[in-house]
C-alpha cells in the first residue's frame, strides 16, 4: 500500500460531518486506511467555485493501494457537496 493525502473542500459549514462520514465510508469500504484527519476549518478561496467564494478544508492521510484511487476518485466527483478534491502521493523518506 501507498501513502496518500486527500485534500477535500466541502462547500457548506453545515453538511461537513455528513460529508466527512461519507468519505471516511467510502475510503473504508474501498481498502483505504485513514492515519489521520486534519481540519483546517472554513478558508477563503483563491477563486469562485460553483459561485462559492469560502470552503471547509480537511485534509487526509491514508494508505491505500494505488488501484482504488481512481476509483475513490470517480465516486468523490460524484458528491455535490465537495467542491474540489486532489489526491496526493505522499513520497518515502529515506
Keep these: ?52 467564494t469560502t470552503g471547509y478544508y480537511v485534509i487526509f492521510t491514508i494508505d491505500a493501494p494505488a488501484s482504488t484511487i481512481k476509483l475513490i476518485n470517480d465516486k468523490l466527483l460524484l458528491n455535490e457537496n465537495i467542491l474540489r478534491h486532489m489526491f496526493i502521493k505522499v513520497s518515502k523518506k529515506e
Design 1 to 52: 500500500m501507498r501513502k496518500y493525502e486527500l485534500a477535500v473542500i466541502i462547500k457548506d459549514k453545515e453538511n461537513v460531518e455528513e460529508v466527512l462520514n461519507n468519505v471516511k465510508a467510502l475510503l473504508n469500504t474501498n481498502g483505504a486506511q485513514i492515519t489521520g484527519e486534519n481540519r483546517w476549518g472554513k478558508r477563503e478561496l483563491a477563486y469562485p467555485i460553483k459561485k462559492h
